[in-house]
């Protein structure tokens, strides 16, 4: 059985032999890219070696990159728990060739690995390619030896990858395995894709063309490759278990959380230790990048994340603060392939105890509320938005917490609601500060409250406003 570090050194080795350079993961803060929340893809460091406005020594690569896919554009938070596959933090080990070689190489090496190296049988892989795309379609037949129907065509921008509205972009093939029938789940492009029966595990871009303009596009002279491979997903596949979270690492983690709650998870909880499992990775990742809990942008992006696990940590029974016990456990399994864990102990099992001793002080009251307000409520009813805004407002609750913790019983927040008490209160507070001959220090004080949320303003046994949503 191979486990997580093993699978990482063995893509990293296969393209350092087959002549890549391997290049650290870069952090999960973008540098100098305001337009993205967080590093979601292996690509992302190499953005201006795509569009020519970079150079670099090398003209392949290979990284094993740490992505985080909550808030922003790609935002897998609340899938987390309710798929099979889906993490907010996971590592997406990635080959990249800038204007070297093509479409049949990149094919060929990702044929072999998958096949040679993690050793997957051909007749239980398939693979998608864009439907106009018969030179990927033509190479998978001669590489891998496939038929006409393991080779499925998608029309849609599932299988057309753009960086932005203009720039380089072009046609992909992401490569499924078939985990049997005893999974529910249709093969890509199917009514029943969503399922998870077939596993979507590595995402092959062809960059063969630049968008110019909105009707512009134009073939580019040397085209380039862009791939991700899910590690955990990869894990889940060769330790043969049907969720991410069944893998070796995960059980570690599930096995940390236990011990400090006391019991281990059955059917009825499992979920819950899963997201505390996949938070827990989130925030230490992004506290040891320089994130930390607030209220607005990033930080309140690690707060949801953090908040939404500390949750399910009191639905456990948790007593006390518990995320900071599981740092070690994180830190034996990810600290050599990620120093930078091992470097930001304190300052991440500081911040995880703070949050949550913070959040303790109104969670077990707001859920109270929570549960009183929702008690005559049923499937496809809805909380008032009044409610889901005192939640916020006084008990800390981030609305997507209040959100997730009614989904399983089919509830829904009136989102319009919400955003009118939110409203009325910003109002109230304007209009009690009006007239106090202080026009000018109010914009201020007005400015930085909606920037921090009000809760340094107002102290902190009030557990005011968060400011952002
Ligand atoms: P999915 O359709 O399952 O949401 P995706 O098409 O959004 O995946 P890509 O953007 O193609 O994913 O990313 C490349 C690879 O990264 C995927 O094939 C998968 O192996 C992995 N990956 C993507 N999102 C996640 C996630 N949230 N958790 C774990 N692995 C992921
Ligand atoms: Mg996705
Ligand atoms: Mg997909
Ligand atoms: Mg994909």
């Known amino acids: 059985m191979s486990g997580v570090n093993e699978i990482r050194s063995t893509f990293l080795d296969y393209f350092k032999k087959n002549g890549h350079e391997v290049v650290a993961s870069s952090p999960l803060v973008p540098r100098n890219d305001p ?72 094919i060929e090496l990702a044929w072999n690995l998958i096949t040679k190296e993690y050793g997957l049988k051909k007749d239980k892989l398939l693979v998608t390619v864009y439907h106009t795309d018969d030179e990927a379609a033509d190479h998978w037949k001669k590489i891998a030896g496939f038929t006409d129907d393991r080779i499925i065509r998608i029309a849609t921008s599932d299988n057309f990858w753009a960086m932005g509205d203009t720039g380089p972009c072009g046609p992909c093939s992401e490569i499924f395995i078939d985990r049997g029938e005893h999974i529910w789940g249709g093969p890509p492009g199917s009514p029943e894709e969503d399922g998870d029966r077939f596993l979507e595990f590595w995402n092959l871009v062809f960059m063969q063309y630049e968008q110019v303009t909105k009707e512009e596009r134009i073939s580019l002279p040397r085209p380039s490759i862009d791939t991700g491979m899910g590690l955990e997903r990869m894990a889940s596949i060769l330790q043969g278990v049907e969720t991410v979270f069944e893998t070796d690492l995960f059980r570690t983690l599930i096995d940390a959380a236990s011990s400090a709650i006391g019991r281990g998870p059955d059917d009825s909880n499992v979920a819950s230790y899963r997201v505390m499992a996949d938070h827990l990775r989130s925030s230490c990742f992004l506290v040891a990048d320089g994130v930390l809990p607030s209220n607005e942008g990033r ?21 006390e603060p518990m995320m900071w016990k599981l740092v070690p456990a994180l830190i034996r399994e990810m600290g050599q392939a990620y120093p930078e864990l091992v470097r930001g102990e304190a300052l991440i099992t500081e911040t995880l105890k703070l949050e949550e001793t913070r959040f303790r002080k109104t969670l077990a009251r707001g859920l109270g509320l929570l549960a009183d307000a929702t008690e005559t409520l049923g499937s496809g009813d809805m909380l008032d938005g009044e409610t889901a805004f005192k939640l916020y407002d006084t008990y800390g609750f981030p609305l997507d917490l209040t959100q997730d913790a009614l989904r399983q019983r089919s509830i829904s927040v009136d989102l319009a609601g919400f955003t009118d008490a939110m409203e009325r209160q910003k109002a109230e507070a304007r209009a009690n500060w009006a007239g106090s ?20 303003f107002l102290g902190y046994e009030t557990e005011q406003a968060e400011g952002v949503i």
């Open 35 to 106: 337009t993205l929340m967080f590093t979601n893809a292996g690509m992302v460091q190499f953005k201006n070696v795509f569009t020519g406005l970079e150079t670099r020594s090398y003209s392949r690569a290979a990284t094993a990159q740490k992505s985080v896919r909550a808030g922003g554009k790609h935002n897998d938070l609340d899938n987390v728990g309710y798929t099979a596959r889906h993490l907010t933090f996971f590592e997406m080990l990635g080959n990249f060739s800038f204007g070297d070689y093509f479409k049949e190489q990149a």
């Open 437 to 456: 001959g202080e026009a000018a220090t109010e914009v201020v004080w007005f400015s930085v409250r909606e920037k921090t949320g009000a809760t340094e």
């Open 299 to 319: 930080g309140y992006v690690l707060r949801r994340i953090m908040r939404r696990a500390m949750r399910h940590a009191q639905l456990l029974g948790a007593q």
